[in-house]
Each structure stands twice: as C-alpha cells, then as structure tokens.
C-alpha cells in the first residue's frame, strides 16, 4: 500500500531520509487535541461492578492507556497524494513536497517473522498499521477489545486510531511503533517524492535528488489539470538516475560464526558466500554473527543477524536461503525469526 507524507522543512525531511530514518511522534506532539479521547465510562462501571474477578483486565487497559499517551510512537500518512488542503496545510501552500512510502516494506521490516496468511508476525510486532476512523463522538470501549486473544489492532483503534469527522478529509492511515522518536527506516519504502505546484526552484528540487541518488526513488510534479480545480502530477527526470546504487550496510562476515559441518560448509560454501554478500548490505541490521548450512530436509543457508536498536524486542533476525540443487542458485525466503 503506498502512503504519503506531506512535508515542509525540506532540509530536515530530506535528511532525516538520507539517514535512513523517519520520525513517530507521541501524542504529546501531535496536533489534535481530542487525540486519544475515549469513552470508557460504561467498561470502568463494568470493572468496578466485577472488581474481584476483574482487576487483571483493569491492569491490561490501563497499561494499553499508558504505552499509547506515553510511549509509542504515531507516525501518520495519507491514502492521497492529490489532496488540495493537504497540500495547502502541511506543505506550506504548495511550496513543499510529499513523500510517498510503501507501507509494506516499512511493516515488513518492523514485523519479520511473517505468517503466510497474515503477512505478519504473531508476536508483538513492532508496528501496526491502522485505518484511521472517523466518527462524530467518542470511540467506546468495547470489553470484548481486551479479550479477543491477537486483537491489538481493535484496541489501537479504539484508543489511537479514531478522529472527529472534522479532519476525514485527510484520509488518515497511522502506523503505529512500539516507541516514538526517531526510528530506522529501510531505505527502499521511500519510492516517490513528489513536488508541490509552488516548489519551482529547480536547483532545490537537483539538491533532494542530489542527495537521495542511488535508491530508485520516482520523482513528480504536481499540477492542475487545465482549466480544472483537478490536481493531477506528471513524472520528472531524475538528474540522477545514472548513479551508484545505495548501499545501506557494507558489513564483515570475516570472523562470524559457522555452525554447519565441514562437509556441509564445503559442499555448498560458493552459495553460502553469495547469501553473505547479498545479506551484508541488508538495511535495518548492525552485524552478522553466523551462518548455518542444512542438506536435510531440504537443502538451505540460514543467516543470523543481530538488528539495529530500534528493534530491541526481536534483536536476532534470520535471513533463510533456499537452495536449487540443479540450477546451483539461491533464493531468499521472507524473513523469520
């Protein structure tokens, strides 16, 4: 799913990309202040009725209620890259840019160990993406939210995701962290910027590409359609197109730890060290501490990963390789814990 970030501190947002990084504030830094606003006045009445049977769900919400006013991170999109007052509101009438994210890339990274049916993993993630919903009141706090086993996404909802049908106009979609603040971002969700109508400095416009060269990202320039209140955008040349591809990592496996039999090891070693090559430069890890090769059941490398900080709750990722015994290739299965 493609999102869109609408931006007006050029030089900080370019940045914070060229960093690898995007920025998930908490609710204290968000701009509504009806942000989190919940009707829980009949669940509360609820628990005080059933208090002795009940304070382990009290416990739950009120450590939901915490980790969202307090801890984690809202980093909001929109479905729309053609809306006007988006345009006008968060990027300074027009003059600033937007920058477009694939979502699953960005979930993917945050929650590997994928399910084949859900995509994701179904341990606590570290980000949930959430349809905002807009209503004229308050969500209410269903009880059911808080037994339903897997159904944090029902709870951020109701908790995080709702807002007054004032603002349905910016077709909201929130991606939600386990902690707000800066956050590590893999390189290839960025796959589009696209200039305001009033973002007419072209040697501007050459310093972003300048900068984000080598990662394959489209650029745009919005318009209107003639004689058409209509916005529409058109693709622009990247003056950059010819460079060097990004590398995010350029990481050692000289000393990493191989947990395979030697005549594992030297059956398949010319595999495994293309998988260490392409590994090496994967964003989103700090180092690479062994390498694994299978012949049973089927023949596989498994290479293991310590990850950056940012993903502190699952800190080892396993990038697993399948192996064509007739055609002597590899292929990289999804990533898994």
Not at 156 to 165: E, I
Not at 178 to 202: C, H, M, P, Q, S
Not at 207 to 228: C, H, P, T, W
């Amino acid at each position: 799913m493609k999102l869109y970030k609408y931006r007006c501190e050029i030089q900080r947002d370019i940045d914070t990309l060229v960093e690898n990084k995007l920025f998930a504030p908490d609710k204290n830094n968000l701009n509504d202040p009806t942000e989190m606003c919940v009707n829980d006045v009949e669940f509360l009445a609820f628990l005080e009725k059933h208090k002795n049977h009940s304070q382990e769900v009290k416990t739950i919400y009120q450590n939901l209620k915490e980790f969202t006013r307090t801890t984690c991170g809202i980093f909001s999109l929109s479905k729309d890259v053609k809306n006007e007052l988006l345009w006008a509101y968060y990027a300074n009438g027009h003059k600033g840019l937007c920058i477009e994210y694939d979502s699953e890339i960005v979930m993917e990274s945050y929650n590997y160990g994928l399910d084949p049916k859900s995509n994701y993993s179904k341990s606590f993630p570290l980000a949930y993406r959430i349809d905002v919903y807009y209503s004229d009141s308050y969500p209410v706090l269903k009880l059911e939210y808080l037994k339903i086993k897997d159904n944090m996404t029902s709870i951020l909802k109701c908790l995080v995701g709702t807002k007054s049908r004032k603002w349905e106009q910016e077709e909201e979609v929130r991606l939600i962290f386990n902690k707000f603040g800066y956050r590590e971002l893999d390189y290839r969700a960025v796959t589009g910027i696209y200039f305001g109508v009033n973002f007419e400095n072209e040697s501007e416009k050459d310093a972003v590409m300048k900068k984000l060269q080598g990662r394959k990202i489209k650029y745009y320039q919005m318009i209107f359609e003639s004689n058409s209140y209509k916005m529409t955008f058109k693709k622009i040349t990247d003056n950059y197109a010819s460079a060097s591809l990004h590398i995010a990592n350029n990481l050692s496996y000289d000393n990493i730890l191989w947990l395979s039999t030697p005549d594992e090891n030297k059956k398949y070693m010319d595999l495994a060290i293309q998988a260490l090559e392409f590994v090496r430069e994967e964003p989103c890890i700090k180092k690479i501490t062994s390498c694994y090769i299978s012949s049973s059941p089927s023949p596989m490398i498994a290479i293991e990963t310590l990850a950056n900080p940012d993903f502190d709750i699952f800190p080892v990722k396993t990038y697993r390789f399948d192996i064509d015994t007739k055609t002597k290739n590899i292929k990289l299965r999804k990533f898994q814990l």
